[in-house]
């Protein structure tokens, strides 16, 4: 019994420290999280590692939706694309024939000349996706491709083709000009945002990708908000690209700026900081995990506290 002043006062003592503890924890992931920013191209003079970008880019063109008037690098290998290391067995209709020509099949005619961006190989079959999203393609004839992704038409296009070669392995690419748009206007993989025209400039990009007022995402205006004083275009090579920091606050800023985009071009828009919000959404994991420990801990020590009461 005399034990049981010592064990109210330990749990007073877990139940004081418990909050000071979710505090620190709090302040700690908030500091975090405010000096890493999660800013995807800072510029300190030179640019950062571009791996970050690579993926980012990667992943944005994986996510990327088929649709009507999309010119489709398609290539078709047997044996589980065995002749991409060994030339021998590639079909024909994939294969480069040089040049650089553009056939596009199902509507009976060609482009010749230059390459339309989007890494395609120039010489390469490309293929248009019709109003109706409707490819006609050799052996197999037309084929809907509209609505899906790039994975998901490799998989289709693997099961049509199945039907006359063993093992069908299947690569396609979108070779369109495009703009590639990361950040807050861009979702948690990007968009990718055809360009209509060579014309085209940086404002209509951003409001195709949906502005940068947050309302992207979910198109109600609670998406993440971008800076628009903050807005990078990337251009050339991944790996040493050339970027621009644009400001569009003002007038002076938009006049400054060479608003023009070329196909391929990366628009990355800060996205504006919250530190509260994002700590606690950190912190969630944790303040459960700690939540739980406490439960347990105070549950231990009553029963113990009962226990000895009965004896």
């Known amino acids: 019994m005399q ?17 000071f503890s979710l505090v620190v924890l ?23 590692d571009t791996s970050k970008l690579r993926r980012a880019v990667n992943r944005a063109e994986r996510n990327y939706v088929i649709q009507p008037n999309d010119y489709l690098a398609i290539r078709v290998y ?10 021998n067995g ?4 994939g294969a480069p024939t040089g040049g650089g020509s553009r056939q596009a099949v199902g ?14 190989q120039n010489g390469g079959a490309e293929f248009l996706v019709q109003n109706d999203g409707i490819v006609r393609l050799p052996m197999v004839g037309d084929v809907k491709l509209s609505g899906y992704t790039l994975l998901e038409v490799d998989s289709v296009l693997r ?4 039907e006359f070669y063993q093992q069908p392995f299947v690569t396609t690419q979108v070779s369109n000009n495009r703009i590639i748009v990361l950040g807050a206007v861009g979702g948690s993989s990007g968009q990718i945002i055809p360009l209509a025209n060579d014309n085209m400039n940086l404002i209509e990009v951003l409001a195709l990708a949906g502005g940068i007022d947050g309302g992207a995402i979910t198109g109600a205006g609670t998406g993440r908000i971008g800076r628009a004083d903050n807005i990078r275009l990337i251009r050339g090579d991944l790996k040493n690209p050339r970027v621009q ?5 003002s007038f002076a800023g938009m006049r400054k700026a060479n608003l023009q985009v ?10 504006v900081r919250r530190p509260f919000f994002e700590a606690v959404g950190d912190i969630a994991p944790l303040f459960t995990i700690v939540s739980g420990l406490a439960g347990l801990a105070t549950t231990i020590i009553y029963l113990t506290i009962t226990l000895r009461r009965d004896n």
């Not at 034990?3 to 909050?19: E, I, S």
């Not at 099961?159 to 199945?162: D, F, L, P, S």
């Open 159 to 162: 099961g049509r083709y199945n």
């Open 107 to 120: 509507v009976g005619r060609q482009q010749a000349g230059a390459s339309r961006g989007g890494g395609a």
């Open 262 to 271: 070329e196909p391929n071009d990366i628009i990355y828009v800060e996205p």
């Open 26 to 48: 709090l302040s700690s992931c908030t500091t975090s999280r405010v000096r890493q920013q999660n800013t995807m191209f800072r510029l300190d003079g030179t640019m950062a």
């Open 3 to 19: 034990q049981l002043p010592v064990l109210r006062r330990l749990l007073r003592f877990w139940l004081l420290c418990l909050p």
């Open 245 to 249: 920091v644009i400001d569009l606050t």
């Open 90 to 93: 590639e079909l024909s209709f």
């Open 78 to 87: 047997t044996n589980e694309g065995e002749s991409i290391i060994d030339p």
